[in-house]
């Protein structure tokens, strides 16, 4: 049986649309080679990749009454995601995601409308009940639920995806109480390991950090010293990176919930991240538990282990 998870985070409809590469040289017209439409947002995929995963996974989100909130509504329901913490809005988020021939991505999410809602509360506190971790993804209308989940007891794990500055407003209210912090690589102003030791000397409660360095694989800090280093692997080649980051985390927190050990947790993490990737929709396909460790089997990864305390 899964671990029960409380997820926070946006449900929105996403547009892949196939461009020629970065920069986009500008068109009055531009026939794409292919666009897809399906369920978007950092929150409804975290949630998913739990679920099908086998986790008992409660998603606290907003979806409008509009045209895109029945999509999104649809293919909440068809992934056993449509529970009570889904409540309705004024209007729902859109993105469209860029995507180039070598799988790179430019991502134009649209948050205006459910940022500017206020969750309830005690839908939210509802939710954590039994919870074993609550995942707060950096969303305005999460940042309110920070308390509920620190006063309930709850671990928290959180990734505040690209990020450059360790003391950055926006994020601190995520960092000052996250036990469990990812960010992407793309803009760090350091070395990897570098950014672990100073996001776990600056944030004492965190227990671990870890960064998504994309083709350099992902790297893991523990608060005892270890530095955990897991090459990539791309399975079936790479198509479209956007779900790149979401797929990581979940599927680390499902693994670390279930096995107990961070370094088989990213090494399943590193796995089904790069086989997401080779898909052209990668948001529209999981892998169960039994098909990840059938892929660890034909696919295995190196890791290393060493020291963030000591210089690496």
């Not at 590469?21 to 998913?48: C, E, H, K, M, N």
């Not at 500017?116 to 039994?130: K, T």
């Not at 096995?259 to 790069?274: I, Q, R, T, W």
Request: overall charge negative; some cysteine; glycine content about 12%.
């Amino acid at each position: 049986m899964g671990s029960r998870i409380v997820v926070a985070g946006v449900a929105s409809l996403a547009v892949h649309l196939a461009v020629d590469g970065f920069p986009v040289r500008y068109a009055s017209v531009s026939t794409p080679a292919w666009v897809d439409a399906g369920l978007g947002g950092a929150g409804a995929q975290i949630a998913a990749v739990l679920r099908n995963l086998g986790d008992d996974v409660d998603l606290c989100s907003i979806v409008g009454a509009d045209g895109a909130g029945g999509l999104v509504r649809t293919q909440l329901r068809a992934a056993c995601l449509d529970g009570p913490g889904v409540i309705e809005g004024p209007g729902s988020s859109h993105s469209v995601v860029l995507v180039a021939p070598d799988g790179k991505r430019m991502v134009y999410p649209h948050l205006t409308v459910v940022n500017a809602i206020r969750y309830p509360e005690d839908r939210f506190v509802e939710a954590l009940a039994g919870a074993d971790l609550a995942v707060l993804t950096n969303v305005d209308f999460v940042r309110e639920l920070l308390p509920a989940a620190v006063l309930k007891g709850v671990r928290i794990a959180v990734d505040v995806n690209v990020i450059a500055d360790i003391n950055e407003t926006y994020h601190r209210p995520w960092l000052d109480v996250a036990d469990i912090i990812f960010c992407s690589g793309e803009q760090l102003p350091c070395p990897a390991a570098e950014w672990i030791a100073q996001v776990l000397i600056r944030y004492p409660g965190a227990a671990m950090a870890a960064v998504g360095c994309g083709p350099q694989g992902s790297i893991l800090g523990l608060r005892d010293g270890r530095l955990v280093t897991v090459e990539a692997v791309a399975p079936l080649g790479v198509r479209n990176t956007s779900s790149a980051g979401d797929s990581l985390f979940a599927t680390f927190l499902h693994s670390w919930l279930a096995k107990g050990n961070p370094a088989e947790a990213l090494s399943d993490a590193v796995v089904y991240a790069g086989w997401r990737v080779g898909h052209r929709q990668p948001t529209s396909v999981f892998l169960s538990g039994a098909e990840l460790a059938q892929l660890r089997l034909r696919h295995p990864v190196r890791v290393t282990v060493g020291r963030w305390d000591q210089g690496g």
